[in-house]
């Protein structure tokens, strides 16, 4: 008998990446630019992306954003979803990953680690932030799904989701759902080759 991983015809999980991102492309400090728009429609499309996962990948950095800020926070279910979810975190640079439920990834056997997780049985896993890990999974070919909450403003300046270096990806518009606020709900998928 073989295992799921090792089964080419098994079902995977989807790594599925989330971002809240400007007309421009800005997708740094959401917290100075985001809020005005978020109202009950994003609201439940943040919410189907946790129902739909069981695991959040992330970076080095947004970890040492989150980790410092959701243990004791008392923003209530969402603290209680961060806290319990499997965190898995794809950095080089940390020493140790100490909050709850939470798995370092290091090293050149990230990519298959990644895999290996995507074999097991589950729910899909999110990502959200964590920009330069998405533009690394996506020459990986391990991003199934981007979806994208395009705010109708230009921020001008920070970091943006592809830099002018990230080399070219075909995307397939899959879904587009325009809320009242202006901002658009676009899920993509990428075109293998």
Known sequence: MTSAAADPAAPTRKVVANFFISLDGVVESPEKWHFTYFNDEMGEAVNAGFASS????MGGTLYRE???????????PIADIMNGIAKYVVSDRLDRADWSNTTLIRGDGAADRIRELKARPGKGIAMSGSATLVRWLLGQ????ELHLLVHPVVVGTGRRLFEPDTPQQALELVSAQTFSTGVLHLTYQPIRA
Do not use: C, F, R
Request: charged letters at 20%; glycine letters at 6%.
């Open 54 to 57: 069981d695991a959040l990948l």
């Open 66 to 76: 989150w980790s410092e800020y959701w243990p004791t926070s008392t923003d209530q």
């Open 141 to 144: 070919g391990l991003v199934d």
